[in-house]
């Protein structure tokens, strides 16, 4: 079963610390996706790449950086957590091809920045 | 820029009653169009797609939705739901001939069916 990983479901986080969430996919998928999820506010996109060491901002890309270092995965970093940075983020992979467009979510990751 | 606004935000339904939630997008020329879905504690997943062809597009567990390209809008539909329907549901476009996984999605409608 193909699937999407983001290794931390649930994380807490002072104001100020650095936090790294991380996400593999084992479908040899090109492109790779970090979205938020709000209550009201739906799904936005923080950051997306189509290749290793590629990236490319979002909707809403301040305050979040982000690693593509091999293939398979793909990090968001908080350089300095703040509390309006509580929510879940949802990682996501896609073929680069005609399947472009479907894309296949992980778990996601919530975090609460006290 | 693209943009999608789904109508409902929330709607509580009986079983067997019909569902329709409202979905319009804003982009002028080619769109893709999904409707995607989240069962209490699982994963978003795909419900249902449209890239071409035929407006009236089927999905999985008896959705279906229709493309309105005069009314930019792509709603969602099941004549009977069931106990476990309820979920949140997310309409997204991708606008354009870009073929970059790049989804813009609406703020999402939960729907709660009672037994």
């Known amino acids: 079963d193909v699937k999407v990983t983001q290794s931390s479901r649930y994380l807490v986080k002072r104001t100020g610390e650095k936090v790294f969430l991380e996400c593999v996919q084992d479908m040899d998928h090109e492109n790779m996706f970090w979205y938020r999820q709000d209550p009201g506010l739906g799904l936005r996109l923080i950051y997306f790449s189509y290749d290793v060491k590629m990236k490319e901002k979002g909707d809403i890309p301040e305050g979040y950086s982000v690693s593509r270092e091999k293939k398979e995965r793909f990090s968001l970093i908080l350089e300095s957590a703040s509390t309006n940075q509580t929510s879940m983020y949802l990682c996501a992979s896609s073929p680069l091809t005609s399947g472009a467009n479907v894309l296949t979510f992980g778990a996601g990751s919530r975090l609460t920045v006290l | 820029a693209q943009s999608v606004s789904q109508h409902n935000h929330h709607v509580i339904l009986s079983e067997a009653a019909s569902l329709e939630l409202g979905c319009n997008y804003s982009?002028?020329?080619?769109?893709?169009l999904f409707w995607y879905v989240q069962y209490p504690g699982q994963h978003l997943q795909l419900l249902l797609k449209?890239?071409?062809?035929?407006?009236l597009v089927k999905g999985i567990k008896g959705f279906e939705a229709e493309f309105i390209k005069s009314k930019f809008s792509f709603n969602l539909r099941k004549p009977s739901v069931q106990w476990s329907d309820t979920a949140e549901y997310f309409c997204a476009v991708n606008g354009g001939s870009s073929n970059t996984g790049k989804l813009i999605f609406g703020q999402g409608t939960t729907l709660q069916v009672k037994p």
């Open positions: 982009y002028g020329g080619t769109v893709n």
């Open positions: 449209y890239f071409s062809g035929d407006p």
